[in-house]
């Protein structure tokens, strides 16, 4: 099985967008907490508005929804930092730099 690899388009702005993953629709919302110095993600059924995941920390390293597996979102969201894939995205760089993917397996 080969390995689909999609960028999600962010800004280094806040942004609440629907987007189809996996053949889902989906609505995301990023926004930067200032608190934590970091980006975080919402992730809302595109439907229905329901909550499905909040405030998902915007990490590098880790499939961001590798505890979520029971959703069923049926894929993977990674954070790359050019020129150092572990740097955690910043206020500025977020979408420069810094891009949030999803990955899922084709047959």
Same mark, same amino acid.
């Given at each position: 099985? @080969?390995?689909?690899?999609?960028?999600?388009?962010?800004?280094?702005?806040? &942004?609440?967008?629907?987007?189809? !993953?996996?053949? $889902?629709?989906?609505?995301?919302?990023?926004?930067?907490?200032?608190?934590?110095?970091?980006?975080?993600?919402?992730?809302?059924?595109?439907?229905?508005?329901?909550?499905i995941v @909040?405030?998902?920390?915007?990490?590098?390293?880790?499939?961001?929804?590798? &505890?979520?597996?029971?959703?069923? !979102?049926?894929? $993977?969201?990674?954070?790359?930092?050019?020129?150092?894939?572990?740097?955690?995205?910043t206020?500025e760089?977020?979408?420069?730099?810094?891009?949030?993917?999803?990955?899922?397996?084709?047959?």
């Amino acid at each position: 099985m @080969a390995l689909n690899t999609f960028k999600i388009p962010l800004l280094n702005v806040p &942004q609440d967008f629907t987007i189809t !993953l996996s053949n $889902r629709e989906l609505r995301m919302v990023s926004k930067w907490n200032d608190e934590g110095q970091i980006w975080v993600i919402d992730i809302y059924d595109g439907v229905t508005e329901e909550s499905i995941v @909040a405030n998902i920390p915007m990490i590098t390293g880790a499939d961001l929804l590798e &505890q979520y597996e029971y959703l069923g !979102l049926n894929g $993977r969201l990674v954070v790359f930092t050019d020129g150092d894939e572990l740097a955690v995205p910043t206020l500025e760089n977020l979408g420069v730099e810094s891009n949030l993917y999803f990955q899922n397996e084709s047959d």
